[in-house]
């Protein structure tokens, strides 16, 4: 069962339009969450987070939003460059003691010149 | 000064060999893992080894067996090779008390 859930698997956006990747979860006990953007034949790299006491966090383009109630988050790239074009995934924290996290499938982002 | 290394980038090779995957942090983080992305991309936790200890062992066939030398290095050894093993396996590193996860630039693992 997956816990973390991204159903879009690709997205396409033209340059300096906004980008908004959704994602899903199942478990109401994660209390962290975090999106990682991930070039070919690279590890994912840390972008941006929230903790489940808020509902926005940004930085600078980046901004995640969430929503507990529907147990669904979502990062806002604005405006879109074309070298965020990357797979993000989105991860939740599932307990304190180990903050193992669990990983959504991912969404490709194309950002078009 | 890469933060999270791995070795090597790639490796190829037949079913029933044994191989090992090395990981090497310099943050000084305590935490370490190791993850597999298979061919659906899934990204899935396999081990986490806290200051050398195993604190999480998520299932997996025990032909992998994770070894922690010291806190700063986590390598992973397969045995007994089989074609279900190809992915892309990641080493990632943690800072305590923190739930941002530093990621290396993964190895390829092709068994033929």
């Known amino acids: 069962d997956q816990q973390v859930k991204q159903n879009s698997p690709s997205l396409s956006v033209q340059e300096g339009r906004i980008s908004i990747l959704n994602c899903d979860y199942t478990?109401?006990?994660?209390?962290?969450f975090l999106w990682y953007k991930k070039y070919p034949a690279e590890g994912p790299t840390f972008l941006i987070s929230?903790?489940?006491?808020?509902d926005k966090n940004e930085d600078g383009r980046f901004t995640v939003f969430l929503n507990k109630s529907a147990k669904h988050l979502s990062l806002h790239i604005v405006p879109s460059q074309p070298g965020d074009s990357a797979v993000y995934f989105c991860?939740?924290?599932?307990?304190?003691?180990?903050?193992?996290?669990?990983f959504g499938t991912g969404t490709l982002l194309a950002v078009q010149p | 000064d890469t933060a999270v290394s791995q070795t090597p980038k790639y490796l190829v090779t037949q079913m029933g060999n044994d191989k090992s995957i090395k990981c090497e942090q310099n943050?000084?983080?305590?935490?370490m893992y190791w993850y597999k992305q298979d061919s659906k991309k899934f990204l899935k936790i396999m081990f986490s080894?806290?200051?050398?200890?195993?604190?999480i062992n998520e299932t997996v066939p025990n032909r992998f067996s994770p070894k922690s030398p010291d806190k700063a290095h986590l390598n992973l050894h397969i045995n007994s090779l089989e074609l279900g093993d190809s992915a892309v396996y990641f080493c990632?590193?943690?800072?305590?008390?923190?739930?941002?996860?530093?990621f290396g630039p993964g190895t390829r693992l092709t068994v033929t």
């Open positions: 943050l000084g983080h305590d935490t």
């Open positions: 080894y806290n200051n050398k200890e195993l604190i």
């Open positions: 478990n109401s006990m994660f209390d962290y």
């Open positions: 990632a590193s943690q800072d305590r008390g923190f739930y941002e996860q530093y």
């Open positions: 929230i903790s489940s006491i808020k």
């Open positions: 991860a939740a924290s599932d307990d304190g003691a180990t903050n193992k996290l669990i």
